[in-house]
């Protein structure tokens, strides 16, 4: 009884194998429709030499009354290609920024990020 229940599932495996052969060795091919040329998506490419206004808006976004009244704006620097916030002491502090463009679609973002909590 044992040799045929092994062969039964023996005979599965094997049926199925070409069902499944494909899945994870077919190339995905991607058609990128009304894009822009690669010199005008250049622009786009934001090495944090410095802050690029045309792109990017200073943000502090707070969520009540009382944030509102002990707001204090976060310094932004930009240091090395690097985007540095530092909050301020005394009140409540938080700082970033904001496009000034809409992104629309599905798509990844990628941020790299490091803090220092300094305790005091």
Not at 31 to 57: C, G, H, P, T, V
Not at 82 to 91: A, H, N, S
Request: charged fraction near 25%.
């Amino acid at each position: 009884m044992k040799k045929i229940y092994a062969l039964i599932i023996l005979i599965l495996l094997i049926v199925s194998v070409p069902f499944f052969q494909g899945c994870a060795t077919e190339p995905i091919s991607f058609k990128i429709e009304n894009s822009l040329s690669q010199d005008k998506l250049a622009y786009y490419n934001d090495s944090f030499d410095k802050l690029r206004e045309d792109l990017w808006e200073k943000a502090g976004f707070t969520y009540s009354q009382a944030q509102v009244r002990q707001f204090k704006a976060a310094d932004l620097t930009i240091e090395n290609g690097v985007l540095r916030v530092e909050t301020k002491t005394g009140g409540f502090s938080k700082g970033g920024l904001v496009s000034k463009y809409k992104l629309r679609g599905d798509f990844d973002v990628q941020v790299d990020c490091h803090m220092d909590i300094l305790v005091g």
